[in-house]
């Protein structure tokens, strides 16, 4: 209870604060206004020079220094201020990356209310200006859409004028000729600058952190849209066309079909429906807010340029090892840095096409990138080799016994005698090079430099046939509502009806790449070109908007080793049963478990090609807008791999007590080899329909529903030379039947071999809500299913007898083969087989739900906190089941790998945001992520499907596989800052036009800070004999005895406690569960310094300074979870020191 003044004590209060007050009082007065003068206010919109509304804005009202009021404008760009009275004031607005500026208004007593529409320019385009007195002018209202209530637009009807038809960026063009050029150079300005509104960034990887591997927050519009040298095709790897989560679904769902769209329920992009190309080095759309759409296709009408001009702009991006900081000694000895010099450059042109005599019309345009990248990259990494004493076969320091196999007595002073080294093994040896480290652990330090060069052009022409265009068209996808814009959806609409609009791009990408290794005799080369031609034609007929879209996109890429087609490494060494083709020459797999394994580059050659087609219709009816469509996609992929070709030995020690001892004397306990059949035909086909309403209930509420159905195809083979194993149930009994075939336990098979599935019912709901000014609660919830796995699945299948070679020998202590022969000691009649899959399998599929709650707490505050669950199911489990207590579980069938789609995985995420937006040239922000995540699935726990997963322990206890997920992240903090220098035009100082003022003026910092706990390790047991003598390595999980596992000062050479950990008992499994070790985390700060300088209203340069890694922390990255290994429980590997890089831009 508040304590209570008694009498005396009230008035002994007032004698002593009574004066104070009234001097108080009293110099405030004259500040003070009258209670008679009359108020007014102060309203308008925030836009970009191309008519773009600008959320966020920071709009200050100032009367000489002192700032009588302050707001941030709403979603739909609207502010509003109240001014004391009559008088002459200063209106001022800034956000982070555009130029702030200030403008004088003229309140009187006949016109108590005076509207200014604020038009605001990137900083890196805006002039220099006079210091300027004059009386503002104010712009035409907006006109991308009708403003109603605040945070509400009215959405236009299509054809009428084309307002706000904007549509995707690769199509948005019903906008006047004039008008589009204008909007492209300031998206193509943009990009790589943070959002605003994003506190830390990295808005995309941590939605990819609420899926599993295999799915993606990214929508790949068509699937001819995605050109990267780390992708092989749109089509079969990755999810192919529309249907996945695109955008941050902590923030709300977006537009469930892409198609950009209007403001309404969504998160930052659509689900599907064709995204959209944009301008080379930009995103199709923006991230939106809630409220105003923008027509059927939410874009944004751009306003009239300067005259139909080319534009366009160069730059040129370099780090270089003078700047960059040495790299981390890991063993604490002394390390060089190499000399290397990374370079990113390109140039950007646009603008009117006009050919004398052939084409001079005012609608058509042409847009061309070129982007390059030539540079030699660091490279560094450790590994622990055998000593030159243990080359040569003098194992004494080992403190463990040398057993001689022959005899079953020890070697002679633990030396094996120069003549009983195996021949193929002495010529192995020469890939595992000699130690240049003192010491036995870590003791081998590569430093070397590998080049990547990428060249990537890209043409685009755009043409508006018909009437005179409307004012529509414009920018990318648009802004979406309720936080979200699409990625940019099916294409610009006309302007009017009878306006036509066509979109021909030409897309060429060519890398060519060094592949390293830890062993400088090991490595190769890789290189991919590919085109990529999507084509768009919209149009609107009988009150419906079409976006036709038709794709062509072809790749090759070629992976070789150092020794492919030129020495047979394998044969010369004298191995038997591995591939003579020169196309697989190189080194063998050779497994240790006390020193670094040697693992060549295996090389590859595919040419993907796909087709698509589809189209979307809009149509809009009252205050719904509705979106239906299609898309088809066929898709060949033609690929030779052989994984395995020259064999893989793994040595365990089971022989002579030490895995490097067995190799010395070339015994193996396991050897295997895989290749053929040649090249391999791959098809496949998907399609997809989709329906979805965005449907604005209330003013303050909108919905957005929809439902998508999508049917991926199982891949077939053109010769059909896909081979599976039917097993018989419990594992009994497995028999190989080639596709389409029918088994005696499934029955009859497709020529896919897995059965297609084809409930991909995708529902999809986002709800938008505005109880108040300045709050917005948003929930979702949607389905997304995985089709990437058919590929590896139809690889694995492909590479199986009889079409191609496979073989695995085990053998045992008392009838051990030669290193030579190993290969050759296959049983007759025994079924070799090493993969197969479950015939039901079905395709994964995760739900995802969330609920946001968004408020401002201040004008220039708001805070945020959003909570978002994902639940898979279907997902990868890879067993082997032909193991028994003793040995193998069925006779005469080889040790095999079986696919099924078993496994579950749950995920519950809560983030907490809150920005200050720009004011007084500082504006900041921080997001605070607390999740969790498990899972039993393999493709989670260690790769993708088809056998590049983690094998399941034990096969009889499946339940035991459950554990933290791989990318469990428990604590992630990201802040960033953008820090406006004060000197310079409408600065504190510096702001004439003098020398010293353009040298001081327009400079920038920003920063950004992550702090993150680390995702999670299992203790694992490599080179296990009974494990190894089963058909697997690696999967036997390590014994877990209760003691702490985390240490209080973990450093590079114990990272954990090791002494919570031991060996299984022989023929035992580990009772250590998954994922139990909790990695490095991750501290790091950046940071950035730009410069603007202007040199006329058309021509300007921007310098930039980044650093990563700004205080050079030594930050660790992996760690050695190997319970046999010699370096169990060190780090293996850190993350990059420090780097600077400088950046140059030069418009015109």
């Known amino acids: 209870m508040r304590p209570r003044l008694t009498g005396r004590a009230s008035r002994a209060a007032i004698r002593t604060f009574f004066p104070a007050i009234c001097l108080v009082a009293a110099a405030l007065y004259p500040a003070l206004p009258l209670a008679q003068a009359p108020s007014g206010c102060v309203v308008g919109g925030t836009i970009t020079s191309g008519r773009t509304l600008l959320p966020g804005v920071v709009v200050s009202l100032l009367d000489g220094a002192q700032t009588l009021d302050v707001t941030s404008s709403a979603q739909d760009g609207a502010y509003t201020l109240t001014v004391p009275g009559s008088g002459q004031f200063v209106l001022k607005a800034e956000l982070t990356a555009f130029a702030p500026i200030a403008r004088n208004v003229t309140i009187d007593q006949s016109s108590c209310q005076q509207r200014v529409d604020l038009v605001m320019t990137l900083a890196s385009r805006a002039p220099q200006p006079a210091a300027s007195t004059a009386t503002p002018t104010t712009p035409a209202p907006l006109a991308a859409a009708t403003v109603g209530r605040r945070g509400q637009a009215t959405p236009p009807v299509a054809g009428q004028a084309g307002r706000g038809q904007g549509g995707r960026g690769q199509n948005g063009r019903g906008a006047a000729p004039a008008q589009q050029f204008q909007s492209l150079e300031l998206l193509a300005d943009q990009a790589g600058l943070a959002r605003p509104d994003d506190a830390g960034g990295g808005g995309d990887s941590a939605a990819q952190l609420l899926l599993p591997p295999g799915f993606s927050p990214e929508t790949s519009a068509e699937s001819v849209t995605s050109i990267g040298a780390s992708q092989a095709t749109a089509g079969f790897f990755g999810p192919n066309g529309p249907g996945d989560f695109a955008g941050r679904f902590g923030d709300g769902f977006g537009d469930a079909f892409g198609a950009g769209g209007p403001g309404g329920a969504g998160g930052p992009g659509g689900f599907g429906g064709p995204g959209g190309q944009g301008p080379p080095g930009a995103p199709g759309g923006g991230r939106?807010?809630?409220?105003?759409?923008?027509?059927?296709?939410?874009?944004?009408?751009?306003?009239?340029?300067?005259?139909?001009?080319?534009?366009?702009?160069?730059?040129?991006?370099?780090?270089?090892?003078?700047?960059?900081?040495?790299?981390?000694?890991?063993?604490?000895?002394?390390?060089?840095?190499?000399?290397?010099?990374?370079?990113?450059?390109?140039?950007?042109?646009?603008?009117?096409?006009?050919?004398?005599?052939?084409?001079?019309?005012?609608?058509?345009?042409?847009?061309?990138?070129?982007?390059?990248?030539?540079?030699?990259?660091?490279?560094?990494?450790?590994?622990?080799?055998?000593?030159?004493?243990?080359?040569?076969?003098?194992?004494?320091?080992?403190?463990?016994?040398?057993?001689?196999?022959?005899?079953?007595?020890?070697?002679?002073?633990?030396?094996?005698?120069?003549?009983?080294?195996?021949?193929a093994a002495a010529a192995l040896l020469n890939l595992i090079p000699a130690p240049n480290q003192t010491g036995d652990k870590q003791n081998f330090h590569t430093v070397t430099t590998t080049t990547s060069h990428m060249d990537d052009v890209n043409a685009r022409f755009v043409r508006?046939?018909?009437?005179?265009?409307?004012?529509?068209?414009?920018?990318?996808?648009?802004?979406?509502?309720?936080?979200?814009?699409?990625?940019?959806?099916?294409?610009?609409?006309?302007?009017?009806?009878?306006?036509?609009?066509?979109?021909?791009?030409?897309?060429?990408?060519?890398?060519?790449?060094?592949?390293?290794?830890?062993?400088?005799?090991?490595?190769?080369?890789?290189?991919?070109?590919?085109?990529?031609?999507?084509?768009?034609?919209?149009?609107?007929?009988?009150?419906?908007?079409?976006?036709?879209?038709?794709?062509?996109?072809?790749?090759?890429?070629?992976?070789?080793?150092?020794?492919?087609?030129?020495?047979?490494?394998?044969?010369?060494?004298?191995?038997?049963?591995?591939?003579?083709?020169?196309?697989?020459?190189?080194?063998?797999?050779?497994?240790?478990?006390?020193?670094?394994?040697?693992?060549?580059?295996?090389?590859?050659?595919?040419?993907?090609?796909?087709?698509?087609?589809?189209?979307?219709?809009?149509?809009?009816?009252?205050?719904?807008?509705?979106?239906?469509?299609?898309?088809?996609?066929?898709?060949?992929?033609?690929?030779?791999?052989?994984?395995?070709?020259?064999?893989?030995?793994?040595?365990?020690?089971?022989?002579?007590?030490?895995?490097?001892?067995?190799?010395?004397?070339?015994?193996?306990?396991?050897?295997?080899?895989?290749?053929?059949?040649?090249?391999?035909?791959?098809?496949?086909?998907?399609?997809?329909?989709?329906?979805?309403?965005?449907?604005?209930?209330?003013?303050?509420?909108?919905?957005?529903?929809?439902l998508r159905y999508e049917y991926f195809s199982p891949i077939s083979e053109a010769s059909n030379r896909l081979v599976t194993l039917d097993a018989a149930p419990g594992f009994t009994a497995a028999v190989p039947i080639v596709a389409g075939g029918t088994g005696p336990y499934s029955g009859a098979l497709p020529d896919t071999i897995v059965r297609p599935f084809r409930a991909g019912f995708a529902p999809r709901v986002g709800i938008a809500w505005r109880p108040k000014p300045g709050t917005v609660v948003r929930t979702g919830y949607g389905i997304n299913y995985n089709s990437s796995v058919y590929q590896s699945i139809a690889q694995q299948l492909a590479g199986q007898p009889p079409f191609a070679v496979t073989s695995t020998v085990l053998s045992t202590a008392k009838a051990f083969v030669p290193l030579e022969t190993a290969l050759l000691n296959v049983q007759p009649g025994t079924t070799a087989n090493t993969f197969a899959v479950d015939p039901n399998y079905r395709l994964g599929y995760v739900q995802i739900w969330n609920l946001d709650l968004q408020r401002d707490l201040t004008r220039t505050l708001q805070f945020g906190a959003g909570y978002t669950g994902t639940k898979g199911a279907n997902l990868d489990i890879l067993r082997a089941p032909n193991r028994g207590p003793s040995g193998l579980l069925i006779a005469g069938v080889a040790p095999f790998i079986w696919e099924?789609?078993?496994?579950?995985?749950?995920?519950?995420?809560?983030?907490?945001?809150?920005?200050?937006?720009?004011?007084?040239?500082?504006?900041?922000?921080?997001?605070?992520?607390?999740?969790?995540?498990?899972?039993?699935?393999?493709?989670?726990?260690?790769?993708?499907?088809?056998?590049?997963?983690?094998?399941?322990?034990?096969?009889?206890?499946?339940?035991?596989?459950?554990?933290?997920?791989?990318?469990?992240?428990?604590?992630?903090?990201?802040?960033?800052?953008?820090?406006?220098?004060?000197?310079?035009?409408?600065?504190?100082?510096?702001?004439?036009?003098?020398?010293?003022?353009?040298?001081?003026?327009?400079?920038?910092?920003?920063?950004?800070?992550?702090?993150?706990?680390?995702?999670?390790?299992?203790?694992?047991?490599?080179?296990?004999?009974?494990?190894?003598?089963?058909?697997?390595?690696?999967?036997?999980?390590?014994?877990?005895?209760?003691?702490?596992?985390?240490?209080?000062?973990?450093?590079?050479?114990?990272?954990?406690?090791?002494?919570?950990?031991?060996?299984?008992?022989?023929?035992?499994?580990?009772?250590?569960?998954?994922?139990?070790?909790?990695?490095?985390?991750?501290?790091?700060?950046?940071?950035?310094?730009?410069?603007?300088?202007?040199?006329?209203?058309?021509?300007?340069?921007?310098?930039?300074?980044?650093?990563?890694?700004?205080?050079?922390?030594?930050?660790?990255?992996?760690?050695?979870?190997?319970?046999?290994?010699?370096?169990?429980?060190?780090?293996?590997?850190?993350?990059?020191?420090?780097?600077?890089?400088?950046?140059?831009?030069?418009?015109?």
């Open 464 to 706: 508006t046939f018909g009437a005179a265009a409307g004012r529509g068209g414009g920018r990318g996808g648009g802004r979406g509502g309720a936080g979200g814009g699409g990625r940019g959806g099916p294409g610009g609409a006309p302007g009017r009806a009878g306006v036509s609009n066509l979109n021909v791009q030409i897309h060429y990408r060519h890398a060519d790449n060094t592949n390293t290794n830890p062993f400088p005799t090991l490595g190769g080369t890789s290189n991919t070109s590919a085109w990529d031609i999507p084509v768009n034609y919209s149009f609107t007929k009988l009150g419906l908007t079409h976006s036709l879209r038709f794709g062509f996109n072809r790749q090759h890429a070629e992976t070789q080793n150092l020794y492919a087609g030129s020495q047979n490494i394998a044969g010369l060494a004298g191995l038997q049963g591995v591939s003579a083709d020169p196309f697989d020459w190189g080194a063998p797999g050779l497994s240790f478990s006390s020193f670094s394994s040697v693992r060549d580059t295996n090389p590859s050659m595919r040419t993907d090609r796909t087709l698509s087609a589809g189209d979307t219709i809009v149509k809009t009816i009252g205050r719904s807008t509705v979106r239906f469509g299609g898309d088809y996609r066929d898709i060949h992929a033609d690929s030779r791999t052989d994984a395995n070709a020259r064999g893989s030995f793994v040595f365990t020690g089971l022989y002579s007590g030490v895995d490097f001892a067995d190799f010395l004397l070339g015994l193996p306990q396991q050897a295997t080899v895989q290749y053929g059949p040649g090249l391999e035909q791959f098809r496949s086909r998907s399609w997809d329909l989709f329906l979805q309403d965005d449907w604005r209930a209330t003013d303050t509420v909108t919905v957005n529903a929809g």
């Open 288 to 423: 939106g807010g809630f409220g105003p759409g923008g027509g059927p296709f939410g874009g944004r009408g751009g306003r009239g340029g300067r005259g139909n001009q080319i534009r366009g702009n160069v730059f040129e991006s370099s780090d270089s090892s003078l700047l960059d900081a040495a790299p981390y000694a890991l063993n604490g000895q002394q390390t060089t840095k190499p000399d290397y010099l990374q370079q990113r450059f390109g140039a950007n042109l646009g603008g009117p096409l006009v050919i004398p005599k052939v084409i001079d019309s005012p609608r058509t345009f042409f847009f061309l990138n070129y982007t390059g990248n030539h540079s030699r990259n660091p490279y560094d990494a450790y590994s622990t080799v055998p000593t030159l004493a243990e080359r040569a076969g003098d194992l004494s320091t080992l403190g463990r016994t040398i057993v001689d196999p022959a005899t079953g007595q020890p070697f002679v002073n633990n030396q094996i005698p120069s003549k009983r080294i195996d021949p």
């Open 900 to 1148: 099924s789609s078993e496994g579950t995985s749950i995920m519950n995420s809560l983030t907490l945001r809150l920005r200050k937006r720009m004011t007084n040239g500082l504006g900041m922000g921080a997001t605070y992520t607390l999740s969790k995540s498990m899972d039993d699935a393999s493709s989670i726990a260690g790769g993708g499907g088809g056998g590049g997963g983690t094998v399941a322990q034990n096969d009889q206890d499946l339940a035991a596989e459950r554990g933290l997920s791989s990318f469990d992240q428990r604590h992630r903090f990201a802040g960033d800052f953008a820090y406006e220098l004060p000197f310079g035009a409408n600065k504190r100082w510096f702001n004439g036009d003098g020398g010293m003022d353009a040298l001081l003026g327009n400079w920038q910092v920003n920063g950004t800070v992550t702090l993150a706990s680390g995702t999670p390790f299992t203790a694992r047991v490599l080179g296990n004999v009974g494990d190894v003598a089963k058909g697997v390595n690696g999967t036997l999980r390590a014994n877990y005895n209760g003691d702490p596992i985390q240490i209080a000062d973990p450093s590079s050479l114990m990272f954990f406690n090791t002494s919570a950990f031991s060996i299984p008992a022989p023929g035992a499994f580990g009772n250590a569960g998954r994922n139990t070790i909790i990695g490095p985390g991750t501290s790091n700060m950046s940071m950035g310094l730009t410069k603007n300088l202007t040199f006329s209203q058309t021509r300007g340069m921007s310098i930039q300074i980044l650093a990563s890694n700004l205080f050079n922390q030594v930050q660790f990255a992996s760690i050695d979870t190997n319970v046999n290994s010699p370096t169990f429980g060190r780090v293996t590997s850190v993350r990059p020191m420090r780097k600077v890089q400088v950046q140059l831009r030069f418009r015109f």
